[in-house]
C-alpha cells in the first residue's frame, strides 16, 4: 500500500507513449485473477447507476497486514469513514461504459492520529480503477477497448464516441469524462496490468544489441497529416531521394 502522497517508480511505457503515462490513484498491480472480478464490478457500479435509493460511495477496504506507510508502526484506521467524514473527493465521476454517477470517494487515516498518513481508495476489490481520485472508471469500461483493440482498429477517439453514445442515451451526456482524460486514463490501466512484457520479444532477433534490433511501427502512427501537410516548407515535400540496392 502506498499514502497519498506515494508514487510508483520504473513504470513501463506503452509503445506510442512518448512519456511515462500520468500516475494514478490505483497503485495496486491489475493480476490475472482481477479479470474475473469484472462481474464484482458490475455488481458494485451498476446499482450505483440504476437504484437512487444505493449509497454511491467508494471505500478503500481495510487491508489485514498493512502498515501505515508513513509511520511504518501501526496500522490503517478500520473505522467506518462515512461516520468518520474522511472524504478525498466529493461529486467524483465513476464510468461505466453505459453512463456515469457522480460518487463520494473516502480515504482511511493511521491510527496513530498525529501520523499524516492516507490509506487512498485503489477500487481494486470492487474492480474499479481509480485514475485521479475525481476521475474512476470500472474494469468493465477500460477493458472494453483493450479488448476491442485485438480484434479491430478501435481507435481512442472511436472508444470515447461509443461511450458518448451510451451516455446520451443513458441522459447523462454532461458527465462523460473527455477524451483528455479518458484516453491517459486507459494508458495507466494498460501499464497496472501485470504483463510481462518480455514474452513480447521477437525469437530471431531479441539476442542482437540495441543498436541493430528492428522496430515493427503502426503506419498510421508514423504517416503523416494530409491536412497539415501545406504548413509544411515546400522542400520537405519533394520525394526523398531513395539509393540504389
Known amino acids: 500500500m502506498r499514502p497519498s502522497n506515494g ?9 506510442g507513449y512518448d512519456a511515462p503515462p500520468p500516475q494514478s490513484v490505483s497503485w495496486l498491480k491489475i493480476h490475472e485473477d482481477c479479470f474475473n472480478d469484472t462481474m464484482a464490478g458490475c455488481a458494485f457500479a451498476q446499482p450505483l447507476a440504476t437504484d437512487p435509493q444505493v449509497s454511491r460511495v467508494c471505500i478503500p477496504d481495510v487491508p489485514s497486514d498493512c502498515q501505515c506507510d ?12 462515512v461516520l468518520h467524514g474522511w472524504v478525498s473527493a466529493r461529486d467524483a465521476t465513476l464510468t461505466i461504459m453505459a453512463c456515469s454517477v457522480n460518487v463520494t470517494v473516502y480515504y482511511r487515516p493511521c491510527s496513530d492520529s498525529t ?28 477493458n472494453a477497448f483493450w479488448d476491442e483493440t485485438v480484434d479491430s482498429y478501435k481507435t481512442f477517439h472511436g472508444h470515447h464516441a461509443d461511450m458518448k453514445r451510451n451516455h446520451e442515451r443513458s441522459g447523462v451526456l454532461s458527465m462523460l469524462p473527455c477524451l483528455n482524460v479518458v484516453r491517459p486514463a486507459l494508458w495507466r490501466y494498460l501499464d497496472l496490468l501485470d504483463i510481462d512484457y518480455a514474452d513480447f520479444g521477437c525469437p530471431c532477433c531479441s539476442h542482437l544489441p540495441a543498436d541493430e534490433l528492428c522496430l515493427v511501427m503502426d503506419g498510421i502512427t508514423m504517416g503523416m497529416r494530409k491536412d497539415l501537410a501545406t504548413l509544411l516548407p515546400f522542400q520537405a515535400l519533394q520525394q526523398p531521394e531513395v539509393p540504389d540496392l
Open 7 to 15: 508514487g510508483t517508480t520504473g513504470a513501463h511505457v506503452p509503445h
Open 70 to 81: 508513513v509511520c511504518h508502526e501501526v496500522p490503517w484506521d478500520a473505522r467506518d469513514p
Open 115 to 142: 501520523c499524516r498518513g492516507r490509506l487512498l481508495y485503489d477500487g481494486q476489490h470492487d474492480a474499479v480503477f481509480d485514475y485521479s481520485g475525481r476521475s474512476l472508471f470500472t474494469y468493465e469500461c477500460m
